[in-house]
């Protein structure tokens, strides 16, 4: 089921609160349970064969991780089972998501010869609720997962407003909430800040991102014979579209998991205002990066670390850093998640060099951290920061546009089609270079150009980038409701307010919610789904 | 070991890692208020913590350092275990 359907919004939705808040008042685990029973339903209402394999990974890891608890001071042991719990898991998603490309792969290599092994559908969410039970394993094995309630267990997991699409959830920081009586018992203001957050996240999915999905999802198609200016506003288009559409799904679940009086950790925060790249990795899908830095990063540097100290090498300091410190403690954990990291979001190649691509920018912004020069901020003027920070936005807006092309693209090749168009390689027969661009600002001034109907696109993006750029986001409209876990990182916007409990408010989001139901279409699924 | 002992130790590995002895650090001071405190130095001072004070900590615990108070917190439930 999706967030942006009218079923969801008129039945389910509306339903799945009140019973829970009814049944609330009688028994918290009445409510507990009507609310694992509608999170299987929302999943199931996909595909219900799926419910059996979401059932089993939770049998599963609820399983191994009570043993490992209950083996907590036999460390060997606890070991053992969580290594067969990561193994478990890892094969279950290799299976589903990569084992087929992986035989087709190797048949085109002609390593493999059998002509048909049949297709594998992609259970929906598998990424994240095998991450998120994998974190559970790990943080039980060390001692940082102590709750042990079954119930509590599988809301944790199929919650619906995070099963989907995460955020990735710490077994930590939801299962206290879970436990809390005064979780299952209704409280307005959380049902209205959680219903106004709701409202605007989904008229960034159905009023923004919905509508310019044409456009990059027109260029995206045949990317070999595009127009320059018409590549560029294809790789923009797409760049927004998946901003808003992550932006609104994001909002959507805080907004979902408010009404039920639970809290999630931020997990998008304004990325295109980042003026560096390990800045945007810390506001865009703000869960995954944690996930993977906690479980892959971290512990291959501490133990490059380890090892380097163990052998009488010492640890250096800022200042006395040398490229080759450089490349062993930090690009190579760096690239080793990234790649990962990429990878997961897909089989294909392109997600691989994603992966790859974002690796390389983090180390180029990290080894410009260390070794480039060193310039006070304070010595500095205004002007002169300001440069610096615009510079280090485009530039960080580009490089990120220019990795989403191969997060979109349905090949590496049509990736690189699209890069060629987009320097005037294209083999349409629509001139590239400099006519290009000289005939697109004539269309745009009223001078036919027969192939050119992108001027209206342009408008809509140069709209989108100040809407980004000026307005506060989702965190900061409501900081004083405390609507999230962790702590916003963004800088006050330029038009700074807050959203308030009133009637000016009140009307917007109530046009803004009829706008919404207006353009609903309900067939329209979120780009990261299909992760 | 008392709290005091460990944030001077800790406040000194910092200073030296981010390359600042001028930094103002106190027990509510988080990352995001340290200039130079990223990922790559969060590593660099975890590092520096576990030499300076002869313990070792869990990656799942790393997680839960939001302020250089749970930094604090966490040394000394780690100095108690070693004993």
Same mark, same amino acid.
């Given at each position: 089921?999706?967030?942006?359907s ?15 808040y ?7 685990n ?20 799926f ?8 049998l ?13 001071e ?10 067969i719990?990561?193994?478990?898991n890892?094969?279950a998603l290799?299976?589903?998501k990569y084992?087929?490309t ?50 509590e ?14 955020p990735?959830l ?22 209205i800040?959680?219903i ?5 996240g989904l008229g ?12 990059a999802?027109?260029?995206f198609?045949h990317?070999?014979d595009k127009?320059?200016?018409e590549a560029?506003?294809g ?6 579209q998946?901003?808003?559409?992550f ?13 039920f ?13 980042s003026?560096?790249?390990?800045d945007?990795w810390?506001r865009?899908h ?13 512990p ?5 670390m ?7 090498l010492p640890m250096?300091?800022a ?7 450089f490349?062993?403690v930090?690009?190579?954990?760096t690239?080793?998640t ?10 294909g ?6 992966g790859?691509?974002n ?10 951290r ?8 304070v ?5 002169r920061s ?6 280090g936005?485009?530039?960080t807006?580009l490089s990120?546009?220019i990795?989403?092309i191969?997060?979109r693209a349905?090949s ?7 890069i060629?168009s987009?320097f ?8 590239g270079?400099?006519q ?6 004539l ?20 709209f ?7 307005l ?10 405390e609507?999230s876990?962790t ?19 009140g ?11 207006l ?9 990261y789904?299909?992760? | 070991?008392?709290q ?5 130790r800790?406040?000194?590995i910092?200073?030296?890692v981010?390359? =600042?002895?001028?930094i103002?650090l106190?027990?509510d001071?988080?990352a @995001?208020? %340290? ?14 913590a576990?030499?300076?004070?002869g313990?070792?900590f =869990? ?8 302020s250089?108070g @749970?930094? %604090?917190?966490?040394?000394?439930k ?6």
């Open positions: 089921m999706l967030f942006n009218i079923t969801f919004l008129v039945l389910f939705l509306p339903l799945s609160l009140l019973f829970y009814l049944l609330g008042c009688f028994h918290m009445a409510a507990k349970l009507w609310l694992v029973v509608v999170s299987f339903l929302f999943y199931g209402w996909w595909n219900p064969q419910l059996i394999l979401l059932m089993t990974s939770i599963f890891n609820y399983g191994c991780g009570y043993l490992i608890q209950v083996f907590e036999r460390t060997r042991v606890s070991s053992i089972l969580l290594a719990g990561i193994v478990v890892l094969w290799f299976f589903y084992l087929l992986l035989m087709n792969w190797l048949h085109d290599l002609g390593l493999i010869h059998a002509h048909s092994w049949g297709s594998v559908v992609l259970p929906l969410g598998i990424s994240f609720f095998t991450f998120t039970q994998i974190g559970f394993l790990i943080d039980a094995q060390s001692g940082n997962a102590k709750e042990r309630g079954f119930l267990y599988v809301l944790f997991v199929t919650f619906f407003p995070h099963l989907i699409a995460g990735i710490h077994h930590r920081e939801i299962m206290p909430q879970f436990v809390k009586k005064e979780t299952y018992l209704i409280y307005w203001e959380n049902v800040v959680g106004s957050i709701f409202i605007l960034k999915k159905v009023l923004i991102a919905d509508q310019i999905a044409p456009i999802d027109d260029i198609r990317t070999a127009h320059m200016v560029w506003v790789v923009f288009a797409y760049s927004f998946l901003y808003f559409d932006a609104g799904y994001s909002e959507m679940a805080l907004g979902l998991a408010r009404m009086n639970v809290k999630f950790p931020a997990n998008f925060d304004s990325p295109f205002k003026q560096s790249i390990i945007f810390n865009w703000i869960s995954l990066t944690r996930y993977f830095t906690l479980y892959l990063y971290n291959l540097s501490l133990w490059i380890r090892q380097r100290t163990a052998s009488g250096l300091r200042g006395e850093t040398t490229w080759k410190y490349l062993i930090l690009a190579l954990p690239s080793y990234m790649i990962l990291m990429g990878v997961w979001h897909g089989a190649f392109q997600f691989f060099i994603f790859l691509l690796a390389f920018y983090l180390c180029i912004n990290h080894a410009w260390l070794f480039g020069p060193k310039v006070s901020k010595s500095g003027s205004r002007l300001w440069f610096e920070g615009a510079w936005w485009g530039l807006y990120i546009s990795a989403l191969f997060f349905k590496t090749t049509d990736a690189f089609l699209l060629r987009m005037g390689g294209g083999t349409g027969d629509s001139p270079g400099a290009g661009v000289v005939e697109s600002i269309d745009y001034f009223g001078v036919a150009v027969p192939y050119w109907n992108y001027s209206n696109a342009l408008i809509t993006l140069a989108l980038f100040a809407f980004i750029l000026c506060p986001n989702v965190l900061q409209l409501f900081e004083k409701e609507t876990l702590k916003v990182r963004s800088a006050p916007a330029f038009f700074s307010f807050q959203w308030r409990p009133n009637i000016l408010w009307c917007f989001l109530a046009i803004l919610a009829l706008a919404d139901l353009m609903v279409t309900g067939t329209s699924e979120f780009l789904f299909k992760f | 070991m008392t005091s002992e460990i944030l001077e800790l406040k000194k910092i200073s030296q981010v390359g =600042n002895d001028q103002n106190n027990k001071t988080t @995001d208020g %340290v200039p130079g405190w990223d990922s790559f130095n969060h590593i660099n001072i975890i590092m520096g576990e030499m300076e004070f313990i070792r =869990n990656v799942a615990e790393l997680e839960g350092l939001k250089v @749970d930094f %604090v917190a966490l040394i000394e780690r100095l108690a275990a070693k004993k």
